[in-house]
Structure formats: structure tokens, C-alpha cells
């Protein structure tokens, strides 16, 4: 998902293509590297080892994901150093509000395994054992669920990229809107990666639930949801939109922010609204709706130390909390690349093969500004 799916989704642009496949390959493989160890420090560092598994390597798919996000607000707009710097402040503020929500604030997200070592996310059922069979100690009980990554992914990853991206406009760029536009061979690309995405999304927010009836659950969920938004978007966009497609100009028009990859109603409004659907959904938790699914879901509830209402108030300061380290963290990052690179488009070049563009054929070495938007 990380690699294909994000790196086709963002090929719509056709003088960038090339350079958001390879963008994207440079950034995920970077995340996931560096989120590893971040996370590994925050949650899992224990006989000074970090303890890594294949719930640590979900978890820094998530991370990265969340950087692919930011990436989608600011695509063409930003050169590779740039956009390491922004992954290299992205990844540690990820690492931080997770760690935040998880232990400071008692929240846990994502749900969890009975067992694993990486990213704290294991079920707090029995301690655990690391190498040598050394007892760890127990991760703490959940109390702000989050299984699709609604806030911590999405809703992050969405308002760091937008915040940036706001810091770093440039009224130049209007002048090169043009080259935003797609053409049939890239939205064709642009198509296979959303159902790519399409298709592996269940498993994604699946991952890392509760294994039983919440992974199920999850799966379904998340599948029928899918098909169901997928018959809702094509008949809304028959009917509202000009020429079939839908379009979100006001970011730019009223905000000055130049959101590419219109990240903001893919993935912003959707975390916001995944997030208060949570903070319903909890409030109404009952042993009636969930039977013994309860104890897994809403434990402090099945347990009867925390109500209904209170959860759901823990589920709403969470969101709180998330766009609070998106919005300061963009900021600052947006301040930080402005003052490391004034000029990113005259300051790098992509190697690209030789290719048609226009009807005239590329030169081999493209510089950075003759791709992208700027």
C-alpha cells in the first residue's frame, strides 16, 4: 500500500509523475527506517535494546503512510531535501503524539495484538517476553481507541501537510497551475493506485485490531464501507459536479493553502469525522451492543471504572491533542524548510528517462522546476 498504492495515487500530475513515484519510494523508505527507531525508543526500548517485530514494521507503515499524507499537500511544490526534512520532524512529532495519547494521557491506538513488542501497541492481557526470556513490563490499559488510525494517521498526516503547505505558499505558483492538470496515461496510473489502496484497505485498519471478533468486525466494516462510498462518490459526482468531478477550490481561493493532492476531503475531513463518529460510538457503548466484545473494545467500561460518557470525552480530547501536534508541528516545520531552502526548485534536479512530453521529446537530465509546479 505504502509503496505502490500512495506512489501511483500521486502520478495524476503530468509533468510529475516520474518524480512522485520516486518521491515517494525516497520517503517511505526513509520513514520506515526512522520511525522504527523513534518508536522503538518511545515504546519499546527495554535492557537498552529496542524489541522490533512485525507489529513495530506495521506500525512504521502507519508512519509512513502518515508522511505520504503530508507529502500529497505539498507534491510538487517541494525538493527532495526538503521533503527529507519534513519526513525527518514528521516522523519524531508522530512518535511523540502516539506516545502522548498512549502513555501521558493513558490513550491507546490502533487497538492491538495479545502479544508484540513493537510500537506499544500489545494488549495489555499478560506481560510480555523479550529476548532471553526477560519479563517486559505490561503496556498500560486502553483508554481512547483509534482502530482505523483516524486520528493518529489520517487526521495527522492530513493538517501537518496542510499547515506546511500554507507556510511554504508562494503567490508564484499560480502562474503554474497549468502544468497541474492530468492527462489519460496519468490518470490511468493515478486509477491503478487507488484500487490498489481500495483493495488492501480492510487489511490495513484490520492489522493491528484486536484479534477475534474486533478484527472481523473491523474488516467488514471497513469493505462495506468502501463499496458503499465508492456507488455514493460516482452518483454525487454525476450529479454536483462540473463535467462529473468534484472540486474543493476554496483551501486556495480563501486559506492560501495549495493542497495538490486535495489530502484535505481525502484525508483530513474524513480523520475529523472518523473521530467524532468514535467519540458517539463510545458514548453509546453498552454490554447490550458489544456482549462480551465489550471487554476488548472499551475495557475501562467493560470493568466499570469509566463510563460511557466519560470515554467518549477521552475520545474527543484525543482528536483535540492529535490536531494540536499537526497544526504546531506543520508550522514549525514549514518555518524550518523556509529557512533551510529559500529556493528548492533551482536547487535540484530529478534524472528521468527520455520520454514524449508534449509532443516533443524530454531531455534526459530534467531540472526539478521543468517537472513539478513551480
Not at 509503496?3 to 509533468?15: A, D, E, P, S
Not at 499524507?69 to 525527518?88: C, D, N, R, Y
Not at 502562474?175 to 486509477?191: E, I, N, P, T
Not at 474527543?316 to 508550522?331: I, Q, R, Y
Request: glycine share 14%.
Amino acid at each position: 500500500m505504502v509503496f505502490v498504492g500512495f506512489g501511483f495515487l500521486m502520478v495524476f500530475l503530468q509533468r510529475y509523475g516520474f518524480s512522485s513515484v520516486g518521491f515517494t519510494f525516497l520517503l517511505a523508505a526513509f520513514a520506515l527506517q526512522w520511525s522504527t527507531l523513534v518508536q522503538g525508543f518511545l515504546h519499546s526500548f527495554h535492557g537498552g535494546h529496542i524489541h522490533v517485530g512485525v507489529e513495530s514494521m506495521i506500525n512504521a507503515d502507519f508512519c509512513a503512510g502518515a508522511v505520504l499524507i503530508s507529502f500529497g499537500a505539498v507534491l510538487g511544490k517541494t525538493g527532495p531535501a526538503q521533503l527529507l526534512l519534513m519526513a525527518l520532524l514528521e516522523v519524531v512529532l508522530f512518535g511523540i503524539n502516539e506516545f502522548v495519547l498512549l502513555h501521558l494521557l493513558g490513550v491507546r491506538v490502533w487497538g492491538g495484538m495479545e502479544s508484540g513488542l513493537g510500537g506499544g501497541q500489545g494488549q495489555p492481557l499478560s506481560q510480555e517476553r523479550g529476548g532471553g526470556g526477560r519479563v517486559l513490563p505490561l503496556t498500560p490499559p486502553p483508554q481512547v481507541r483509534d482502530a482505523g488510525g483516524s486520528m493518529t494517521i489520517h487526521t495527522f498526516g492530513a493538517y501537518f501537510g496542510l499547515v506546511l503547505s500554507r507556510v511554504l505558499y508562494r503567490p508564484q505558483l499560480e502562474k503554474s497551475k497549468h502544468r497541474q492538470g492530468s492527462v489519460y496515461h496519468s490518470d490511468l496510473f493515478a486509477m491503478i493506485g487507488t484500487i490498489f489502496l481500495w483493495i488492501f484497505w480492510p487489511s490495513f485498519n484490520a492489522a493491528l485490531t484486536a484479534l477475534g471478533a474486533g478484527q472481523h468486525r473491523t474488516a467488514l466494516n471497513t469493505y462495506y464501507s468502501l463499496a458503499a462510498s465508492t456507488l455514493g462518490t460516482f452518483a454525487l459526482s454525476a450529479l454536483v459536479g462540473e463535467d462529473g468531478r468534484l472540486d474543493m477550490p476554496i483551501l486556495e481561493s480563501k486559506f492560501k493553502v495549495q493542497d495538490t493532492c486535495g489530502v484535505h476531503n481525502l484525508h483530513g475531513m474524513p480523520g475529523v469525522l472518523g473521530a467524532l463518529l468514535g467519540v458517539l460510538v463510545a458514548g453509546l457503548a453498552t454490554h447490550e451492543a458489544y456482549g462480551d466484545g465489550l471487554e476488548s473494545v472499551f475495557p475501562l467500561i467493560a470493568e466499570g471504572q469509566r463510563s460511557a460518557t466519560s470515554q467518549a470525552m477521552h475520545q474527543l480530547f484525543g482528536l483535540f491533542v492529535t490536531l494540536m501536534f499537526a497544526s504546531v508541528g506543520g508550522g514549525l516545520g514549514g518555518i524550518i524548510l523556509v529557512l533551510c531552502l529559500l529556493d528548492p526548485c533551482a536547487l535540484w534536479h530529478w534524472v528521468a528517462p527520455s520520454s514524449m512530453v508534449g509532443g516533443r521529446e524530454a531531455s534526459q537530465i530534467l531540472p526539478y522546476h521543468h517537472q513539478g509546479s513551480c
